[in-house]
């Protein structure tokens, strides 16, 4: 290979490690916003033992779709919440629709209303933009009456503020406990056809204790962008994250995954994603 040629592949080595880190930063804020979003789920009657606890049948209001909105609503999807959000900036609606953050793009809070109240009444997830400024939105919305089930603390300020009652909870990201570890890994070859394969190995290792986490490795990947399809992070306990990293090392040693998975580790308010994979495999 020529030294042109050798420098070109570096580029994109450093390219594609820079888009694996942003990936990995984008899903641990999504993850932030879905661990606080998952303390109001409903475990009554049984619901972690019999079903899949979440957020279904709550109204969350998720505002302007800038890139704090956009992982706000994409948690809401994963912890199935019927999710507005409102914006009357076209690029940020358009890429609400082609990343999936959002299912529908309308243009007024009545249109709106009729799907979320559908979606609600079935439990069942959705996440709708109004194309208009939020705080019309939100105008209109308090001379309706509608109520949020759930507003999210951006910045040190609620959004739609306005519209909390009583019964109304309030989320903000929620950082990683000490206790706690995010386990990252990524594959970027048929992203599509190892991952499910991966995720099913992380799954074997959750306790059914950590009910929450397991939601995420069923839920998330149907939400993550396109950008984001060979990436997942993970919070679970630091004995879960090592007992996945030890299950995919082993798979790669034996050949059941035939392809190199990129893994790494954060323990607790570390700052520094640390390697977990062997050096061939990375």
Not at 66 to 87: C, I, K, M
Not at 107 to 120: C, F, G, Q, V
């Amino acid at each position: 290979m020529s030294g042109s040629a050798n420098a070109g592949a570096l580029r994109s080595e450093r390219l594609s490690a820079a888009g694996r880190g942003k990936a990995i930063e984008q899903l641990a804020r999504v993850e932030e916003y879905f661990g606080s979003l998952m303390r109001h789920a409903d475990t009554r009657d049984g619901a972690v033992e019999s079903a899949d606890p979440g957020l279904g049948g709550r109204l969350l209001y998720a505002g302007e779709l800038h890139d704090e909105g956009r992982a706000l609503a994409t948690a809401g999807n994963v912890a199935g919440a019927a999710t507005l959000a409102a914006t009357a900036d076209a690029i940020a609606q358009t890429q609400a629709i082609r990343e999936g953050v959002v299912d529908f793009l309308v243009n007024s809070l009545d249109e709106a209303l009729r799907i979320l109240k559908n979606e609600i009444r079935k439990r069942e997830p959705v996440a709708v933009c109004v194309s208009s400024n939020p705080r019309e939105v939100e105008h209109e919305m308090r001379e309706r009456g509608v109520q949020p089930d759930l507003l999210a603390e951006i910045r040190g300020a609620v959004r739609g503020a306005e519209l909390r009652s009583r019964e109304t909870h309030v989320v903000r990201p929620e950082p990683v406990a000490a206790t706690q570890a995010l386990l990252a890994w990524c594959v970027t070859v048929a992203p599509a056809h190892w991952m499910p394969m991966l995720d099913a190995m992380a799954m074997d290792c959750v306790c059914a204790s950590e009910w929450a986490t397991l939601r995420w490795l069923r839920h998330a990947p149907r939400y993550v962008s396109r950008g984001s399809r060979g990436v997942r992070v993970l919070r679970c306990s630091p004995q879960t994250a090592r007992a996945i990293s030890t299950r995919i090392e082993s798979a790669m040693q034996r050949g059941t995954i035939e392809t190199a998975v990129w893994m790494a580790m954060r323990i607790g308010d570390e700052r520094e994603w640390r390697p977990s994979a062997p050096p061939e495999a990375r």
